[in-house]
């Protein structure tokens, strides 16, 4: 099984500033990747897939880059609504997903 | 617009059956693959398994093999996953997701793994 690893587990920042999300996986997974949203009693919601194409309806704020191993998600001005929990996933062998990084309100 | 509604909280005893059920309405209820996939509390998602809507197939992760059994009923637009020989890590919200993949130009379903559109997710409580 292909083990993510996310960093931080905390991201503590104010609204404007640029948030840096990692994701490394313990083997390769190319460019199989996505990235997810997730808010208190919400589904994820989908946002970056195949590493760094947004999903439909995706602001351009979220950006998504890397491959084989080490992944990043990029917010580059936080606005109030984006601090929520962030959920890396592969797809490259079977799917698995890593632990979350929540970014909250410094 | 896509909505996929799930069925209510559920609490079972460890030992016993649930079945969760995701109505699908807002698209091409035989054109997309849907997928389980459930959070512990606190944890991150795990990817329970898929089924094909157009002809029934199905695809389960190896842990739940033998426990899960996912049907469908295309008159209704519903899919269901029911989980047998409950235990208290079975505690979790269950989510069906839609695959984003859609239809090729040849009819076929296309699988990507990737999910674009969530229910609203169904709290299974396993209790004495």
């Known amino acids: 099984e292909i083990v993510l690893t996310q960093s931080p587990a905390t991201l503590s920042l104010s609204p404007g500033e640029r948030a840096t999300v990692s994701c490394r996986a313990s083997?390769?997974?190319?460019?199989?990747l996505a990235w997810y949203q997730q808010k208190p009693g919400q589904a994820p919601r989908l946002l970056i897939y195949?590493?760094?194409k947004r999903a439909t309806g995706i602001p351009a704020r979220f950006s998504g880059s890397g491959s084989g191993t080490d992944f990043t998600l990029t917010i580059s001005s936080l606005e109030p609504e984006d601090f929520a929990v962030y959920y890396c996933?592969?797809?490259?062998?079977?799917?698995?997903f890593g632990g979350g990084t929540k970014v909250d309100i410094k | 617009q896509v909505q996929l509604v799930q069925s209510g909280a559920e609490v079972q005893k460890p030992g016993a059956s649930v079945k969760v059920s995701c109505k699908a309405s807002?698209?091409?209820?035989?054109?997309?693959?849907v997928h389980w996939v459930r959070q512990a509390p606190g944890q991150g998602p795990e990817w329970v398994g898929w089924?094909?809507?157009?002809?029934?197939?199905?695809n389960y992760a190896q842990k739940f093999q033998g426990r899960v059994t996912m049907t469908r009923d295309t008159s209704s637009t519903t899919v269901y996953m029911d989980l047998s020989s409950l235990r208290s890590d079975d505690t979790a919200v269950y989510f069906c997701?839609?695959?984003?993949?859609?239809?090729?130009?040849?009819?076929?379903?296309?699988?990507?793994?990737?999910?674009?559109?969530w229910g609203q997710g169904t709290l299974v409580t396993v209790s004495s």
């Open positions: 997701a839609r695959d984003m993949g859609g239809t090729s130009m040849v009819g076929v379903l296309l699988i990507t793994d990737y999910y674009d559109f």
């Open positions: 807002g698209y091409s209820f035989t054109g997309y693959y």
């Open positions: 089924i094909n809507p157009k002809n029934g197939d199905t």
């Open positions: 083997q390769g997974v190319r460019s199989y």
């Open positions: 195949d590493a760094s």
């Open positions: 996933q592969q797809r490259s062998n079977l799917v698995t």
